[in-house]
């Protein structure tokens, strides 16, 4: 288990609202990455924090929104949810941005949208 | 622009049986390999990973892999299937000199073991 932990584990939402999730790091870790997981598919890039800052994102529409804390802690806001956002939402912590760097993925939020 | 791709979406094996998955990768810079598993419910977890040192990488639960350049390809292997090896794999590339640390996964192999 790593120490990576996210909240709510399952949700249930309505086309058109909105939903926080949020990602606990691992201690001593300031990089925070999230992903979507699509059922059947490899996890994609949503974005990167670093130090409170987005720094990278993925091909996301601007209603996919983040916040890094001063904790490290991160929230994944998505606003007018879409059917096609039901999926797997998955956290990642590391100890340094870069591309050689071991992420902690944390169990991931299931989220439905119905 | 860098991809994977996992040549076996799925690959049933017998339990004491040598396991190979299959990945091949397109990176335009020098890239960092990894292998992460999923099991069921449960997030991802790192078998191991090339950061340009060793070509031969060991990793946990007797894994390993060998990165080829002249091949792109960095397949993952283990001499003896254990029942508990069944999930889901994925092969994943990062661009080793990015800022950003932004992971590229395959579509992933589902891999199934037999007793």
């Known amino acids: 288990e790593t120490g990576v932990t996210q909240s709510p584990t399952h949700l249930i939402k309505t086309r058109g609202q909105q939903v926080t999730l949020r990602c606990s790091s691992q201690s001593g870790h300031n990089t925070v990455s999230w992903y979507q997981q699509a059922l059947g598919q490899g996890p994609q890039f949503i974005f990167q924090?670093?130090?409170?800052?987005?720094?990278g994102r993925g091909n996301f529409p601007p209603r996919f929104s983040g916040l890094q804390f001063p904790n490290y802690s991160s929230e994944l806001n998505v606003n007018a949810l879409e059917l096609d956002d039901s999926a797997l939402y998955l956290c990642a912590s590391s100890n340094t941005p870069g591309g050689r760097t071991e992420a902690f993925f944390g169990q991931g939020t299931r989220l439905t949208v119905v | 622009a860098q991809s994977v791709t996992q040549l076996d979406s799925h690959v049933s094996v017998s339990e004491g049986t040598p396991v190979l998955l299959r990945c091949n990768y397109s990176?335009?810079?020098?890239?960092?390999l990894f292998w992460y598993v999923q099991h069921p419910n449960k997030g991802l977890q790192l078998l191991l990973k090339y950061t340009s040192a060793a070509t031969l990488v060991k990793g946990i639960n007797g894994f390993e892999a060998e990165f080829k350049k002249s091949e792109t390809s960095f397949h993952l292997t283990k001499p003896s299937a254990h029942m508990s090896d069944a999930a889901e794999y994925f092969c994943?590339?990062?661009?080793?000199?990015?800022?950003?640390?932004?992971?590229?996964f395959g579509q992933g192999t589902t891999l199934q073991v037999k007793p």
């Open positions: 990176s335009s810079y020098s890239p960092s």
């Open positions: 924090y670093y130090r409170e800052e987005e720094n």
């Open positions: 994943v590339v990062s661009e080793g000199s990015s800022n950003t640390g932004k992971l590229i």
